[in-house]
């Protein structure tokens, strides 16, 4: 269906690809895995023709579509929802706009070009192309009021449902998606594992998101040492059977017969234990071809994430009375009344994410609320991870090396010396040449790195966390989430990572459009507890 070979990138000294042949086919689902910085997107990007390789080839089967789900999820702010989802098939949405436009100057010659173009229509089946598009948004949970509205006003789920139609449109027969589930919600991450563990075409996805993973692929395609190795079986099974490799590596004295036996023997109980589960679906059937030649141990590393505070705070951390934010007229939230004191983790969690991002960025001074005050203790200092990092990555300091970058933050002469900065860079793992690289050619797991090193330089003793598991590899998170665990300051957070939001909270704050509900209590306990869920149901009724 789709193939590449002897594909090699190649970035200055630092090769990303070399020599890589591979395919892709159809009825499989390929989840692509690798650190941060491996070259998933960039591996996508040249899959998809937006990118050149080095040197190399890709090869889609003649008469064959693929499509892309967008990454950026607010490209098509300017447009409305139905016309987003038609720009799925290029081809013909070209042709359409072309006779809107024509119509709309309407002369003899004209005519004569419109007829060309409608033939065209008619043969893609254009006349009924608006009503598909419809009738794609409704199954994936968009309602019809919303098909005229601008995408500029949905919110991040919503966006990337119509994005999803959009990828959807047309039926593609290869479809590629990167990162899919940052800026989802849990029940829309369900749905989505749903739909694509039932869909029949090759799918290609890159995930940091070991749940989606294993519910969705067929195939594991991981990205190390610049090539790309395909294993079936899903997640799960990639991770174990490395760890298994690796073990038996080290086993020096072990007879390989006993290897190979013990093998078997993981590969069989398996098997059995995914064909029981509930994720056994039609496609699951290639799980009885698993094997586990070519594992490698990987060369994943751990990045040091530690929060040091410059100063204790004292007793009052934040004090927030009766305050209130809206957008489009539409109530966020209203009423909250909260103090925040020494040591309070909180998970703040709200149904609509748009509530949770506004909160942050008016505590933070970057947003003003319609009603209500906030205070900050006197003796503390704040870092924030905000969902959407674009501004601290300007195209005009593009050109600006991550030394530079982090320079900036400073705030002392000792602190902007080069060895004081390339610490912290090292501990986000970027070391020697990579210190030196232009702050335009980050990946998002990258540039969030790049986020925490400027807040592990701040050391604030008031930390505030956006979905800070966005774009970030699982061992960055495991980091993240065994740093904040001992810190000894103040955490606000939101994350749609369950075990953060369990491991990290002891209070969880839950902004509503009639109110606030806080309690101490775990994440978990928040969640299962009757009383509270029909109390949040009534608030947002
Ligand atoms: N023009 C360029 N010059 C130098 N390095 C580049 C350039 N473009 C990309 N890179 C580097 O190539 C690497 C691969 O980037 P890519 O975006 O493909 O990573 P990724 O695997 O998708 O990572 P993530 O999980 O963070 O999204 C990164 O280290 C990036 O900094
Ligand atoms: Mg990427």
Redesign the pocket.
Known sequence: MLSVSNLSVQ??K?V?FDDVNTKFVTGNCYGII?A???????FLKILSGKQDPTSGQVHLESGKRMSVLEQEHNAYDEYPVLETVMCGNKELFGIKSEIDKLYEDYTDENAERIGELQVAFEEMNGWNAESDAAALLSNLGIDASLHYNMMSDLDGKQKVRVLLAQALFGSPDVLIMDEPTNDLDYETISWLENFLANYDNCVIVVSHDRHFLDSVCTHISDIDFGKINHFSGNYTFWYESSQLAARQRAQQNKKAEDKKKELEEFIRRFSANVAKSKQATSRKKMIDKLDVSNIKPSSRRYPAIIFEREREAGDQILNIENLEASLDGETLFSKININLTKGDKVVVFSRDSRATTAFYEIINGNKKADKGEYAWGVTTNQSYLPLDNSSFFKEENGEDTLVDWLRQYAKTEEEREEVYIRGFLGKMLFSGEEAL?KSN??????KVRCMLSRMMLMRANVVMLDEPTN?L?LESITAFNNSLKNFKGTVLFTTHDHEFAQTVGNRVIELTPKGVIDRYMTFDEYMSDKKIKEQRDEMYS
């Not at 050619?441 to 990258?446: D, R």
């Open positions: 970035f200055g630092r990303l690798g941060n910085g491996a070259g998933k997107s960039t690289k050619v980050l990946s998002g797991g990258e774009h590899d």
